[in-house]
């Protein structure tokens, strides 16, 4: 069962955002911890940054789509 988008669009940021908060509490070496992509910071920092880019060219695709049937 997956949860709505606007669900979804709440709650990928806050959980990134949490992500990123106990990233910088328990890491050490913070800001350099998270070019690792074994660190959970780095994927706390890439979710909010996916998201809306697959969004876009998603509806992009759609877009072209419309438009190519429809003239």
Not at 2 to 20: E, H, K, Q
Not at 24 to 32: G, R
């Amino acid at each position: 069962l997956l949860p709505s988008l606007p669900t979804l669009t709440v709650l990928i940021p806050l959980l990134s955002l949490a992500g990123l908060f106990y990233s910088a509490s328990v890491d050490e070496n913070f800001p350099q911890g998270c070019t690792s992509t074994t660190s959970l910071c780095f994927y706390s920092l890439l979710l909010p940054v996916t998201v809306p880019v697959y969004v876009f060219f998603h509806l992009w695709t759609w877009m072209g789509i419309k438009l190519f049937r429809h003239n």
